[in-house]
């Protein structure tokens, strides 16, 4: 079966634009984080959603970051008025059911340049 | 809070050298703990992973014991080739958050030569 994809895969925009992230985990799976890879901060956790619900949003760094899932399934990452700052890749991950000892599965990333 | 500790890298071998990256972390109870790599230009992949205490992790020649006395999980190869030029990242699921959330550690990059 397919993992999981992210699109677009790079992007490149001018500061203080919207940029929107889109996530397509496995199917199935009903646990879905975010993280973010930068190379001043490493791999860091963003969001998680269980389902359509996102009850840990504690990684988000600022409210330019929003994210939604709908039907169990997509996910979207959207920053705000981006900030060169926010340059990074942005991961996203599934898993079965976001237990304990579960795997998550990542996908390629999305590289983001904030110019 | 939790958190992990990996060793500085890059670390650079010659090809069928012994291989040994560093891992310890602090926790609160007995977290799973992961090796996953990554690949130039390509995504994080599971290596391998341990649920309890002295398991072994294994997975294309690597392998990883859970050690609880010293908290650690070290990654180790014994004859690495140069398709394992990779960087290396160990993580633990946070059983604190509820939510198992990753907390991942610096990565190790490898450079393997012929």
């Known amino acids: 079966g397919a993992g999981v994809s992210q699109s677009p895969s790079n992007k490149v925009t001018e500061k203080g634009k919207d940029v929107e992230l889109r996530c397509d985990p496995i199917s199935g799976h009903t646990a879905l984080y975010w993280y973010r890879q930068s190379l001043g901060q490493g791999l860091e956790f963003l969001i998680y959603?269980?389902?359509?619900?996102?009850?840990?949003k504690s990684g988000l760094p600022s409210d330019r970051f929003s994210a939604e899932r709908t039907g169990g399934s997509v996910s979207t990452l959207t920053i705000q008025r981006t900030q060169q700052e926010d340059s990074a890749v942005y991961l996203c991950?599934?898993?079965?059911?976001?237990?304990?000892?579960?795997?998550?599965?990542f996908g390629p990333g999305t590289r983001l340049l904030v110019l | 809070g939790n958190s992990v500790t990996q060793m500085e890298g890059p670390v650079t071998l010659s090809e069928e050298a012994f291989l040994t990256i560093n891992c310890t972390y602090t926790?609160?109870?007995?977290?799973?703990l992961f090796w996953y790599v990554q690949y130039p230009g390509e995504g994080l992949q599971l290596l391998l992973k341990a649920t309890k205490a002295d398991d072994k992790g294994s997975n294309k020649g690597f392998e990883a014991t859970y050690r609880k006395e010293t908290t650690s999980f070290h990654l180790e190869k014994g004859s690495v080739q140069v398709s394992d030029s990779a960087v290396y990242f160990c993580a633990l699921s946070d059983l604190g958050s509820g939510t198992y959330k990753y907390i991942f550690g610096t990565g190790t990059r490898l450079k393997v030569l012929a």
């Open positions: 991950a599934s898993s079965r059911q976001g237990g304990p000892q579960e795997t998550q599965y």
């Open positions: 959603f269980q389902g359509n619900s996102a009850p840990d």
């Open positions: 926790a609160t109870g007995y977290p799973s």
